[in-house]
């Protein structure tokens, strides 16, 4: 794939990016592996002033930003500079809590003294995709950066620019470069990275063919890995559910970043007696949402990324419907090669269709029938997928239970699904492994090391 800014709302290529050969890339890694020993030597103060400076750039730059997010990957400027401040606030939170999470942990043993000290791996190669392309490094970077450690970036090849500003912000913040580089290579470069023993770990978020073939060479290599992957989410609604707010916030929960949301909620399980209403209110507040020019503030949903995923997601939909599902609300593709998907709701989603075996990355509501709380948890933990989850219920007790026994990484109840600085974050099954965020997040690319100091030994005798 091309390494281009392509704007999915006038159709046109902004700027074209020449790929680094393998000979530029491997003296990138040579400087970053370099710059890995003296980072690590660093204070935790000298890391946590480069990231406030970080955190009060990207709020300097939140329009600037925005505006490159919505002219490479559609993102309305609104949702931008949510995105952007978001980024801030990670950077923060990981300046001021890194200490902290990191700081040794004393255990008790035989010895006189033991404790578990945590210390940086080195260089650490982020694999990272196109809908959330500042968030999504950001959040791998705060934690690593103030635990010692190094970033290379191997973004989406759509989103050069968000890539190359971000790395001009760490950089404008005081990061030495080398510690901190986005690399515009092909895929065909990642394996060759992962190889090299100068690269400690790797990160990725997107899809399950990439994060298998990067767990395979990486498993080779003896190299360890985050993946977050996909996610079907379940979006449970019992009969006693506050109908008019489940609905509200389910319309919501399925037009982030119009539908291209790893956590976005996908499958719809509500109980019989509510089916009706729920799908009428859904289908309601699908269409009061408005699309338009991502640069417009009034933009409330921009285009798919690119006219070939929403040539994708028409035919998962099309395919579906010849399967069985029922469509309550038409929208899609006004045409084949439009980047353009209005929402839509499938119903009568049953097993064997490809709306109920994959995941849909786009706004498309799968609308599915639970006889009862027991038969809706069934069809949630039917998925080969388990990233988040969110149940609405007026019995909290039942939630908490219901919360329990959901096969996922995340559980929200009666609330938006979403990613948090305080929470861990990421899944289980073919959603990936590993954890991102919260203190949990800052110690996956650490060394947990072991250390036991003996006994004093005892004076044998009197000194003179």
Same mark, same amino acid.
């Given at each position: ?37 003296? !980072? ?10 480069? =990231? ?5 750039? @990207? ?61 940086? =791996?080195?260089?650490?190669?982020? &694999?990272?995709? !196109? ?5 999504? &490094? +950001? ?9 010692? /450690? ?51 770990? &790797? ?22 890995? +985050? ?8 979006? @449970? ?79 998962? &939909? ?60 069934? =069809?949630? /933990? ?31 109840? /009666? ?31 650490? /060394?947990?090391?072991?250390? !036991? ?12």
């Amino acid at each position: 794939m091309p390494i281009e800014s392509y704007n999915p709302y006038t159709d046109r290529v902004l700027r074209r990016f020449s790929a680094f050969s393998w000979s530029k890339t491997e003296r990138i890694l040579a400087q970053a592996d370099k710059a890995a020993r003296a !980072w690590r030597g660093t204070t935790f103060a000298h890391r946590a002033g480069v =990231l406030h400076r970080a955190a009060a750039l @990207l709020r300097q730059r939140q329009d600037e930003l925005a505006r490159l997010m919505a002219l490479e990957m559609g993102k309305p400027v609104v949702d931008g500079r949510a995105e952007v401040q978001k980024c801030a606030a990670c950077c923060d939170f990981y300046a001021d809590k890194a200490e902290e999470f990191l700081a040794d942990e004393l255990i008790q043993t035989d010895a006189g003294r033991s404790f578990i000290s945590y210390q940086p =791996l080195g260089v650490v190669l982020a &694999v990272m995709p !196109w809908n959330f392309p500042l968030w999504q &490094v +950001v959040r791998f970077a705060a934690p690593a950066l103030m635990a010692g /450690n190094v970033g290379l970036l191997k973004h989406a090849s759509n989103v050069p620019q968000c890539a190359l500003a971000l790395e001009q912000v760490f950089h404008d913040a005081g990061l030495p470069p080398a510690a901190f580089r986005s690399l515009l290579i092909g895929s065909d470069l990642v394996e060759k990275l992962i190889e090299d023993d100068r690269v400690q770990a &790797v990160t990725l978020t997107g899809s399950e063919g990439a994060g298998s073939a990067v767990a395979a060479t990486s498993g080779r290599h003896i190299k360890k890995t +985050v993946l977050e992957l996909g996610g079907s989410d379940p979006f @449970l609604v019992l009969a006693d559910a506050d109908l008019p707010l489940a609905a509200k916030t389910a319309a919501q929960a399925r037009m982030i970043n119009a539908g291209q949301s790893c956590i976005a909620a996908k499958r719809f399980i509500v109980e019989k007696p509510v089916l009706k209403e729920f799908i009428r209110l859904l289908k309601g507040h699908l269409l009061e949402m408005q699309t338009g020019d991502p640069l417009d503030e009034a933009t409330q949903y921009g285009p798919l990324a690119r006219p070939d995923l929403a040539d994708d997601l028409t035919r998962q &939909v099309e395919d579906s419907v010849a399967q069985g599902a029922k469509v309550e609300l038409f929208g899609g593709q006004s045409q084949p090669g439009s980047a353009l998907f209005r929402p839509m709701i499938l119903s009568n989603v049953k097993p064997g269709q490809r709306a109920y075996e994959e995941e849909l990355f786009g706004p498309v509501a799968l609308v599915l029938e639970a006889k009862d709380a027991a038969d809706a948890l069934r =069809l949630a /933990n039917d998925s080969r997928f388990g990233l988040g989850a969110a149940i609405w219920t007026q019995d909290l007790k039942k939630g908490e239970q219901l919360a329990r026994e959901i096969e996922s990484g995340a559980v929200f109840v /009666n609330g938006l699904v979403k990613s948090m600085n305080e929470l861990p974050f990421g899944g289980v099954k073919k959603s990936g492994y590993g954890r991102e965020l919260s203190y949990l997040g800052i110690r996956e690319f650490v /060394n947990q090391k072991s250390v !036991w100091i003996g006994k004093e030994a005892k004076a044998k005798g009197k000194t003179e």
